[in-house]
Nanobody, 123 residues
Framework: QVQLVESGGGLVQAGDSLRLSCVSS????????MGWFRQTPGTERKFIAT????????DFVDSVKGRFTISRDNAKDTLYLQMNSLKPEDTAVYYC????????????????WGRGTQVTVSS
């Protein structure tokens, strides 16, 4: 079992930056590929970014490429999402998730989820 806890969300202005963290506990963090997803009310949870177990491979949804960076510190059991040049359309609840095996953009392949952290970007 893996437990995930996100933090770092908040209210910011357009153009600002935020760094989200996701701390893992339970099984060995480095065994899992990780992902970030986001959800707004009334919509499905959507893929944002994913990273491989070692951290050497990443992938992003087109809308955040060049603005967001995903990284991990396996020694600290922590996943990060650095978000720069934030836009009002980035407003959502952000979730981290873990899956065994290869990293993936497919939400259905992730077995473990955190409870989310709210990010609100004002214009």
């Amino acid at each position: 079992q893996v437990q995930l806890v996100e933090s770092g969300g908040g209210l910011v202005q357009a153009g600002d930056s935020l760094r989200l963290s996701c701390v893992s506990s339970g099984r060995t963090f480095s065994m899992y590929a990780m992902g970030w997803f986001r959800q707004t009310p009334g919509t499905e949870r959507k893929f944002i970014a994913t990273i491989s177990q070692s951290g050497d491979t990443t992938d992003f949804v087109d809308s955040v490429k060049g603005r967001f960076t995903i990284s991990r510190d396996n020694a600290k059991d922590t996943l990060y999402l650095q978000m720069n040049s934030l836009k009002p359309e980035d407003t959502a609840v952000y979730y981290c998730a873990a899956k065994a095996g290869l990293h993936s953009t497919d939400r259905s392949r992730y077995a473990y989820w955190g409870r989310g952290t709210q990010v609100t970007v004002s214009s």
